[in-house]
């Protein structure tokens, strides 16, 4: 009979303990409610030991079965009168107990099939640490906007620099805007990535201040590609790249009717413009379409073909 400690085999606990101890930073912790079960992975940079850990809880009638891995071995673990999600959410609360180390990446998906009551109780652990969780990157799979709100606001807006929020299983999902671009979280973040939910209601003005943008517009016409142009051209970092993914991208003969100006072929299937930025003559705005995407960023003089840029 193995050891155990906090109710899982020691050989992987033991390395979760020491390299919490040894102030050894993770490179990414994965948390995934997907139904009948949920998914706990974490990756560790440059340990001296094990790098990789993951572990499965899994309902059973009589308690909790727990599956682990990590490089090298492997193992199961089954506690009588124990409920699975209760053996999680301790275990997670040591990783997110202070201190706490410096996390590159933190992966949470919030399943169709997972437990109702999973968004609010990993809420609760947060809660309970008071301590904002220390993540470059945040990326959130999620069905409603509640469980977006269930963490985002408890990652520490200081250390976060990219966003990633999702609808699970591509399905549309409805964001409260102004609850959403109000937070902290939402202000400080440089990168940005919503490829995956309808945003057509949501004014772009909102990305304004990310470096790196991906987004969707399922209602995509004239008006939004105009306004964007608008706004990169009264921008004032010459940084900022924007990616855009339509339900139906506008035709070549649709953007050059309303730009007044064909466009430059680049490569083969997309399609370049470029657009003066009145105060400053050293840089223009590109507009690039392909079959999927329109693309916005700023380039210099020297890569403009001469005669390509349209005023006005």
Not at 149 to 161: A, E, I, N, R
């Amino acid at each position: 009979m193995p050891a155990t400690h906090l109710g899982l085999p020691v050989a992987p606990m033991e390395d979760i303990l020491k390299n919490k101890s040894a102030g050894i930073p993770l490179n990414r912790i994965e948390v995934e409610d997907i139904g009948p079960s949920i998914k706990f992975l974490m990756e560790y940079h440059d340990p001296p030991g094990t790098p990789r850990i993951s572990l499965n809880y899994y309902k059973h009638e009589k308690g909790c079965n727990i599956r682990w891995t990590k490089t090298g071995a492997s193992g199961e673990k089954f506690t009588k009168g124990k409920d699975f999600m209760k053996a999680f959410l301790g275990d997670f609360k040591i990783l997110a107990t202070p201190p706490i180390l410096a996390l590159r990446d933190f992966y949470v998906r919030f399943s169709t099939k997972g437990s109702p009551a999973f968004p609010a109780n990993l809420e609760n652990v947060f809660k309970t640490t008071k301590t904002p969780i220390h993540a470059d990157a945040l990326k959130i799979s999620a069905c409603n906007h509640e469980q977006v709100m269930k963490v985002l606001p408890y990652f520490s807006p200081t250390h976060l620099k990219f966003l990633c929020i999702s609808a699970e299983h591509g399905q549309d999902m409805e964001l409260k805007i102004e609850e959403l671009v109000g937070i902290e979280q939402w202000k400080q973040a440089t990168q940005i990535d919503m490829s995956s939910v309808d945003l057509s209601d949501f004014p772009v003005q909102h990305f304004e201040h990310f470096s790196r943008a991906k987004i969707c517009y399922g209602k995509f016409n004239m008006g939004s590609v105009n306004g964007i142009i608008q706004m990169f051209q009264s921008g004032t970092s010459m940084e900022k790249f924007l990616q855009v993914y339509p339900r139906k991208v506008p035709s070549v003969k649709q953007l050059t009717e309303s730009f007044g100006g064909g466009p430059i072929k680049t490569v083969k299937k997309e399609d370049t413009w470029y657009f003066e930025i009145p105060a400053n003559s050293e840089r223009v705005v590109q507009v690039k379409r392909d079959d999927y995407h329109v693309y916005f960023k700023y380039v210099g003089m020297a890569e403009v073909p001469e005669g390509a840029v349209i005023h006005g």
